[in-house]
């Protein structure tokens, strides 16, 4: 099916906060392809619209009009719950902050996603310091947050990122707190680890020195996106943005309850 | 995420104990001013509810408790009698006396007046000695709280003496009577010696004590009194409770004890309330992380209501164990014997305290839930 490979689907979104005089129109039109397999950066200067875009993709934000289609599915079309159990399920975040709970530890906060899933403490716990040992972390595996470095603490968010399996990582800033060799170290490890022939990845940042990890690099100014580099590590093909959403979703399954496109 | 919860809330020690510090003090203020109130406010009927034997009260119309008394005529007794349900009554005497101690140290005294034949109206908790010995000349029988005062230090003992109006009055008991409102001590000695302990006066007879025949009812018998002599007649619960209203109404008691209670409430709904809360504003940006992982709004609902239980729970805890330990300290010290702490006191305040603390949640929970969880990509 035509949904296989794809990752996300966006066709003239737009997002605008406020009313009237207030308006502020975050997202003017947006069409991007995004396929599995790729890493695709965000970038542009502050208030480009990136982080509108990707808390739009996750779910995170209402698209105010136009087409989007993640995984298969239509966030817009799924109730909170669903929405939530979708994210869940299908998504793995990178904060800037890292936003790692304070009060547990780095294998714990690992484990959240698999918590939230239902999975028993133990259980969740353990499988955190596996995935921890294989990011080189095993030995800070009951550390606190606060006990942690900035490289460390990153390598904690993208183990939680990556512990349930999602098909879809977005990572806000990964490199933005670290300094150059950190952040080139975060980024191989993200490139290494992250990037699967069934997962995409995608990069919000302002950080130049590691757009040469990127195979596609989306620059957005003023809510458009205005410059698309695509197949700058030969990953994708250099073909357009995919077919219209009307063939896209003409496989739409009746029997998930979520509406899986088919394929 | 029940372990997430609880390791969010303890992580910061110092609001952790802050909030159980706030809850377990309020809880302690109220159950402490509560208890203390309802002690004190049983001890204006502790005369009228130590008398076990009689359930009717007869008073002057114009009488309107037990402390301040308009004293009957003698005949009132005989025509109380002739009333047809009474089965028996008894005259008593209650008034107030100065005794004094050998060493010269004196005190206002409550004395009672007992009927000599029947020794109706005597105390019927005795730590010493025995209600029959009021049958020997000038005895009387004082409470713990009054021996402790006139004869500090010595064990206790029948034999000592005071002196009232000038004559000798023998100790022949001590009893464990209930705490009047005033503390002062408690006398028990036979209606005709009372007399002579107080000095002359016109009338001597305070109450006529009655008992309703077999099978009828204590209501009826009061109405017949009532009907008969135009007297006053009141059941002991009744008496009791217009002894409570008396000094509810005609003194700042209850407007004291109501305020440190609301400010007990107060201070504790605030600063709880206000320190929950702060706690989950300054951890929202967790929660819109776990939000956007995928923890559903109503798992969250239940990890606040979780931190929320787990404080008021310890709070209350801590605050029923300082109150427990107040009130075992202080049963038995003479100024503040007789407080208690009912378990519907310590029930309510457990109310009290998921009012509280279900108050602060709900306004945590309000925010948590109205939180975008886009804001987790905001820096």
Redesign the interface.
């Known amino acids: 099916m035509i949904a296989d490979g794809m990752a996300v689907f966006s066709r003239d979104v737009t997002k605008v906060f406020g009313h009237g005089d207030t308006q502020v129109h975050a997202l003017r039109g947006i069409d991007l392809d995004i396929r599995l397999g790729e890493l695709t950066m965000l970038v542009g200067p502050s208030g480009s619209g990136k982080?509108t875009l990707?808390?739009v993709i996750?779910g995170?934000?209402d698209a105010t009009s136009g087409e989007l289609v993640v995984l298969g599915q239509r966030p817009a079309m799924l109730s909170?719950?669903d929405l939530?159990?979708f994210?869940?399920?299908n998504?793995g975040?990178v904060?800037?902050?890292y936003?790692l709970?304070?009060?547990?530890t780095a294998a714990?906060n690992v484990a959240?996603?698999l918590?939230?899933?239902g999975v028993k403490?133990q259980q969740a716990v353990a499988r955190g310091k596996e995935l921890l040992a294989t990011l080189s972390m095993a030995h800070r595996a009951h550390a606190l947050p606060s006990e942690l470095s900035g490289g460390e603490q990153q390598r904690v968010a993208l183990a939680?990122a990556l512990i349930h399996e999602p098909k879809l990582i977005v990572c806000?800033?990964p490199t933005s707190a670290l300094d150059g060799r950190t952040g080139h170290a975060v980024m191989e490890l993200l490139s290494a680890t992250a990037v699967r022939p069934d997962r995409a990845l995608i990069i919000v940042t302002h950080d130049a020195r590691i757009f040469d990890f990127a195979d596609r690099i989306a620059h957005m100014d003023d809510g458009r996106i205005v410059h698309l580099e695509e197949n700058r590590k030969n990953v994708v093909p250099a073909n357009r943005l995919i077919p219209a959403p009307a063939t896209l979703l003409s496989a739409e399954s009746s029997s998930s309850s979520f509406g899986m496109i088919g394929g | 995420m029940n372990f997430v919860a609880l390791k969010m809330l303890v992580a910061d020690r110092a609001k952790y104990f802050g909030l159980i510090f706030a809850i377990a003090f309020a809880s302690f203020l109220l159950a402490n001013q509560i208890g203390i109130f309802i002690g004190i406010m049983t001890r204006p009927a502790s005369q009228i509810l130590d008398v076990v034997d009689a359930d009717i009260w007869v008073m002057d119309p114009q009488t309107l408790y037990d402390g301040e008394v308009y004293a009957l005529r003698d005949y009132d007794l005989y025509r109380v009698r002739s009333v047809s349900g009474v089965e028996w009554a008894v005259p008593l005497y209650k008034g107030t006396g100065r005794a004094k101690a050998p060493d010269g140290k004196f005190r206002t005294v409550i004395l009672m007046g007992v009927d000599d034949a029947s020794l109706v109206g005597a105390p019927r908790k005795m730590l010493v000695g025995s209600i029959y010995d009021l049958l020997q000349p000038d005895a009387a029988i004082i409470d713990k709280a009054g021996y402790r005062y006139f004869f500090p230090g010595e064990p206790l003992q029948v034999g000592k003496t005071l002196q009232m109006n000038e004559r000798r009055v023998l100790i022949v008991g001590i009893s464990d009577a209930s705490a009047p409102f005033q503390s002062f001590p408690v006398l028990h000695t036979r209606y005709s010696q009372a007399l002579g302990f107080v000095g002359r006066e016109r009338n001597l007879l305070s109450f006529v004590l009655a008992k309703p025949a077999p099978g009828v009812p204590v209501e009826d018998v009061c109405h017949r009194i009532e009907a008969a002599t135009g007297l006053r007649a009141r059941t002991s619960k009744e008496f009791s409770w217009d002894a409570f209203r008396f000094y509810l109404r005609n003194t700042g008691i209850p407007v004291n004890f109501g305020i440190t209670v609301m400010v007990a409430l107060i201070v504790g709904t605030v600063v709880a309330g206000q320190t929950f809360y702060i706690f989950t504003i300054e951890n929202l940006k967790q929660f819109g992380a776990l939000k956007a992982i995928g923890v559903t709004n109503r798992r969250i609902i239940g990890m606040i209501l979780l931190q929320a239980m787990v404080v008021g729970g310890t709070g209350y805890a801590f605050g029923m164990g300082m109150a427990a330990a107040f009130f075992s300290s202080f049963l038995n010290y003479g100024p503040t014997r007789g407080i208690v702490l009912p378990w519907q006191v310590m029930a309510g305040i457990a109310g009290v305290v998921l009012f509280v603390v279900g108050v602060a949640s709900l306004m945590s929970i309000r925010r948590v839930l109205v939180l975008e969880p886009a804001v987790v990509f905001r820096g």
């Open positions: 982080t990707l808390s996750t995170l934000l909170g719950e939530i159990l994210r869940r399920k998504l975040f904060f800037q902050q936003n709970i304070p009060a547990l714990e959240v996603p918590l939230a899933g403490r939680r806000d800033e």
